[in-house]
């Protein structure tokens, strides 16, 4: 069939008459980074929310992976490959970050009631094998140091590595960042897009929101354009870049 | 089950009003108050202990015998009574809790607190034992099938004047306005300039007054008891769920709906001898309306979860 | 460390007050209150792990306590206390008290499958009301529950396993034989529940709960059910409740329709905010000290009241319980034993 891993028909969304997503076709093809930008209110975060069913829909299909996930909850889309980051960091700011990857990593079966109850063998070992996953991931994003600090002494930009390294403990197919960079220093930042770059480079589908678009524009196999919950423009960097309708939507053009 | 009816009417107009005044305080601040039903017991508690005659050592301890006065007048300073302490409430415990900021989790479970300490500071005040308002008995009379004495259809046209203006002022005043616009976003209503710190001290008085008021008539229509705010605010909730909580106009109309359901109930073939269970239906009602329509009647999806 | 040195100080000083405000009879008063103390204590564990461990709240625990408790007794021997028909064949009492537990466990998954997908408040809504209908039916449906005459005459089943040392002991010091059997067994119970405890907090599926307690959103975004979760410990906190509602019925001897109010929920709330929301231990030390406050509370009706009666005595007691949850929430929410890091009360 098709190689696209999303894809998504006639998704709208309204909010008491206000129409925030409308999207007719969108999808995502396999192995690129894709950025979603557009000006304030444009409906790009309802729209994650939409795809990731973090929100339901008033109307429209999402697929993944070939599969009608229209109705499908927001864990099970995560148990199938599709994670998510937050617009406003979240982590779990009472546990450690040690604690947060382990959270993240360990299996359903493992935190069934009665298997952690009796402690069983099996479940040690597996909890074993995760240490070298987080340490590996932790040290990939320069975390390792900080692993049996409490996540809310974290800095800002350590906040959004550390969600972005508890999403790959979900070993992801798909990852769809919402503002990996909004607060976060420009050396980190640059860190943070040369992570992203890696992470597409070794097969995670990659979609994000994102303001910065100098970054945008540098990382991205493919930008799209959201405007008043449609999507105004598709395509390389290079198109968008020079797209008129995008011009004309980022300067609030009123000349109609 | 249609003799039932006029006791529904009755019961329906009291958590009404109950609901709309919850619905309020909870759309403006958030705060599940679960010391609401004290301040419905407040406002009849007071028409009592002003209007009971001073000899009558019923209700109160020797030392805090009856006023005496005028039962109308009575009831006015109850209700001003009322609202300063829902005034007190917010300027002495909830805003300093909003300022320090305390979730939402912990404000209830701080009027838990405060309801326990109310009720039974109402009872060490007053008795255990039901008491009325001083009122000449009526018999009751046919109002289109119905049974009713003349006073209770006075409270019940009076409930629904009451039931109008609230909705007018809602609806009408820039206050009223006000309010909604806090209820639907504090972001944007502080945004466009709306002191919302004003608003929720309007909004608790406006909301213990209406509570006081409910209480009254409740005491008129029944009788006062110390413990009446607990007993009535269960159904209350039942009410503000059915009709959408943070609503008001739902919470009108589910309490109402709720109010007669309970009466209309008594008649049932299958609760003969068991009349104590009829409040166990409505409640059990709001725990069936969770499950199918969480967002009640005329609630919308966002604000449940 | 400062706060387990204020916790003995605290335990040792209610100790003394019980042994100094009592001439005579002080080791029965010392039993009597280290029974409730233990029935609570065992309840606000319960509680804890609903609101304590998952940020859940409970405001109908005496109804998961009276569900294990009615069903526990109804399936061992016992009778009925109007007609006094007597049902003299039942179940063996440990597998009753499985029944019974289940139950308690069974009703947490009622109430929690409607609530648990909406907004916190919903659940408090809930449990509230389920006390009230709980406390509705069983007065009402008296050809089971006996109503307000209650079930009587099922002690026996558990004071035949009553070891002999027992006796020995309450002889010595003319206390109740059949009381402290159910002291023992209730502070047992404690050590075991808190052992199970403080091993699933460190498990997985404790690591998970507090993720849920923190942040639900999160929690999906990586693929775990947090609904699930959430009922899972409400059920089980549940359970815990229903052993403590078994133990209290045991103490009595009885269970009638007042036995379990609502009111005795908020009893419960107290204990567990002063010993320390999220500790484990806490509750348990928090339902000391509380019986031991109640008994000081009625010593002030009698300063307030020339004689106080049931009414009086009830009314102050309680104003001290509102005040007392008031107070500990708005000032020192942690309790005695909470762990300050691990507090909610920014959660919205």
Redesign the interface.
Known sequence: MSNNILSVNSLTKS?GGLEAVNVENFQINSNEITSLIGPNGAGKTTFFDLITRFQ?ADSGSIFFKNKNVSKTNSYMLARLGMVRTFQLTRVFDRMTVYENMQFAGSSIKNEGFLNSLFNKTSLRKDEGNLIEKIDDTLKMLNLYEMRNAYARELSGGQKKLLELGRSLMKDPEILLLDEPLAGVNPKLADNILEIITNLNAKGINILMVEHNINAVMKISDRVVVMAEGKIISDGKPDFVRSDKKVIEAYLGSSDE | MIEQLGNGLLLGVIIALGSVALSLLYGVTRI?N?AHGEIIALGAVMTLFFSSSPDSSLLFFDRYSPIGINFFGSIVISIILCGIFGASLEIFLFRP?RKN??????V???T??????????Y??FA??KPSSFILELQRREDYFGIQLTPRNVQVLVLGFIVMILVGLFLTYTKTGKAMRAVRDSSDLASVTGINSDYIILVTWIFSSMLAGFTGIIQGVINNVRWNMGFLIL?LI??GT?LGGIGTSFGAMFGGFVIGVLVQLSVGLEFMDG?T??K??LA??L???I??IR?QGIFGT??R?? | MNKYITASLLLLGCIAYIFLSNDTGSARVFVNLITFAGVYGLAAIGINVHFGWT?L?N?GHAAFMGIGAYTTVLLIPHSLGREGVIISTGLPLPIAIIFGLIASALLGLL?G???L??????L???T???A??FR??V???ENLTGGVYGIIQFSDSLQVYRPNFVDVISTKYDVSSAQLWVAILTWISIVLVIIILSRLQKSPWGRALRAVREDEDAVRALGKNAVWLKLQSFMLGAAIGGLSGIFLVFNYGTVQASTFVP?LT?YI?AAL?LGGVGSLGGPALGAIIFWVIIAGTDSISRLLFESPDG??L??????I???????F??FR?SGILGKKEEL?????
């Open positions: 909010f339901d | 599940v679960f809790l900021n305390f979730g939402n989790i912990a209830l479970v701080v838990i607190g405060l309801s326990i300490f109310l009720r039974h500071i009872l060490l008795s255990a269960l909730f039942a769920v068991h104590e269970a409040n166990a409640l059990g709001m725990i069936l969770l499950l969480p999806k966002d449940i979860s | 940020g709240l405001f109430l499958l409607p609530t997908r909406l907004r916190g408040d919903y408090a809504i809930v509230i009301a389920a009230e209908i509705l039916l007065r009402d449906f009111v908020f709330w905010i009414q009086q009830a009314g102050v007691r309680f104003v319980v509102g005040l007392l949850i008031m107070l929430m708005i929410p909610l009360l920014d959660v919205k």
